[in-house]
């Protein structure tokens, strides 16, 4: 059986496609296929990524017809995958040499079902950027992680990472008996969405705090903003997990999503104020806080944030 399947979903990657394919070949002491999904992109994705194919028999391509976001295109190589471990790699990202053998040899001895690593700024070359970056505490050795020990690191805490950025290495089996796949209504929030599925039916969650996954911040990436009609999906998700899932959890794992859903209504309107600012439209920006006055705060932040940037 293959080790491990690394999902790619590709979307107008052409540019930096071969770099994040070329960091999973790379890959010790670990069977692995590669599945690039190209998510119907509209420039030539889907050329680099049938060369690349060409090139290496690990690697195949699934061409999808239509726009599928990320979660469904990554639903497309779930599908698809052979591998007993499933490793998400975004096209504009790329992996340390040694991240698989090790997260898999962690999975092993713990019985894990998923794992997540640490996570690297990098430059747009692949260069780290800074010293890693966590979205929890600083560990000493690896960890297991609750239901709460996630929600509470996913908490659209201002200036702080959350943990739906860290990328997981996830049991396929496990996937299967559970029928855990991404919900692919979501364009934003779709990696928290399935790591927190998956706990509520029980996985064993574990973190490795050594840094093996390579995350590069690009200008406009779908990561990088948040789009307010997102946002209503991402909350129309977190609504419908409490409602199948509520009466299961902790006390403390109910108020954390409740904090969760209001901070992201206040994210939702910032965006949506900051829009009509910068469409030249302050009374619709007006509009927007005065229906979401607990946003105003993060309003000004953000706004402060944005002027300074301006002004260097």
Not at 76 to 100: N, Q, S
Request: one cysteine or more.
């Amino acid at each position: 059986m293959t080790d491990a399947t690394v999902i790619i979903a590709a979307w107008k990657a052409e540019a930096h496609l071969a770099r994040s394919v070329e960091s999973a070949l790379a890959q010790r002491d670990v069977d692995l296929e590669v599945i690039i999904i190209d998510d119907a992109s509209p420039d030539g994705t889907a050329r680099k990524a049938q060369e690349l194919a060409a090139r290496d028999r690990r690697v195949s391509v699934l061409q999808l017809t239509e726009n599928a976001g990320p979660a469904g295109a990554r639903n497309a190589g779930l599908d698809a995958a052979c591998g007993k471990w499933i490793a998400v790699l975004d096209a504009d990202d790329a992996m340390m040499p040694g991240r698989l053998a090790a997260m898999i040899a962690l999975a092993k001895n713990h019985g894990a079902d998923a794992i997540y690593d640490g996570l690297q700024f990098a430059e747009a070359g692949g260069r780290p950027a800074g010293r890693p970056r966590l979205a929890a505490p600083a560990a000493t050795g690896p960890a297991p992680w609750t239901l709460e020990t996630f929600l509470a690191g996913n908490q659209v805490t201002p200036g702080r990472l959350s943990l739906g950025y860290l990328k997981p290495l996830i049991s396929k089996d496990f996937m299967d008996m559970h029928n855990m796949r991404y919900n692919p209504a979501l364009r934003n929030g779709e990696d928290f969405h399935l790591m927190l599925g998956m706990l509520a039916k029980g996985a064993q969650l574990w973190f490795q705090p050594e840094p093996g996954y390579l995350y590069t911040i690009r200008a406009g990436s779908v990561s990088n903003r948040f789009d307010p009609a997102h946002a209503r999906a991402l909350s129309k998700a977190d609504a419908e997990f409490l409602a199948r899932h509520g009466a299961a959890l902790s006390t403390a794992s109910v108020a954390l999503m409740h904090r969760r859903q209001r901070r992201i209504a206040d994210l939702a309107a910032t965006e949506a104020a900051m829009q009509a600012l910068r469409a030249a439209r302050p009374d619709r920006a007006a509009a927007e806080l005065m229906r979401r006055p607990q946003a105003f705060a993060r309003f000004l932040s953000q706004l402060g944030a944005a002027l300074w940037q301006r002004l260097r």
